[in-house]
């Protein structure tokens, strides 16, 4: 088994979005708990609603690529459109921050917002340093 912290956020209906990511991760992988969830400033234009960011811990028996692509799979099912604006509004960003233990996305090192989420789910990364 793999764990996996994985960040989310939406600023489109986001807490029905994020609820519902949460529904159909747990229909494919085993939920082991979710952080607290902030309300953030978009990052890139700002004539858009705030983001509602957190993150899930979840165990998997997928490798990280195949955990990616799945994560793939439910943001395009939920209506994400990635367009030429990286930081335009969205039903639901879902990305791998923390796999069996090390840090795999910079995000971490970069938001406060991650960070903190992902210290909430696994308090032993706290000490954790940008390389």
Do not use: H
């Amino acid at each position: 088994m793999n764990i996996a912290v994985i960040s989310v956020g939406s600023n489109l209906d986001p807490r029905a979005n994020v609820t519902r990511a949460r529904d159909l991760l747990e229909k494919e992988q085993r939920f082991l708990g979710q952080s607290s969830f902030v309300v953030t400033r978009p990052i890139g234009p700002k004539d858009q609603p705030d983001f509602l960011n957190g993150a899930f811990l979840i165990s998997t028996e997928l490798d990280l690529q195949g955990l990616k692509d799945a994560l793939k799979k439910i943001e395009s099912g939920m209506g994400r459109v990635i367009g030429a604006d990286k930081w335009g509004p969205r039903t639901i960003d879902l990305d791998i921050v923390v796999w069996n233990g090390e840090v795999v996305d910079n995000d971490f090192y970069e938001r406060d917002f991650v960070r903190n989420a992902v210290i909430e789910l696994l308090p032993q990364l706290a000490q954790k340093k940008n390389c």
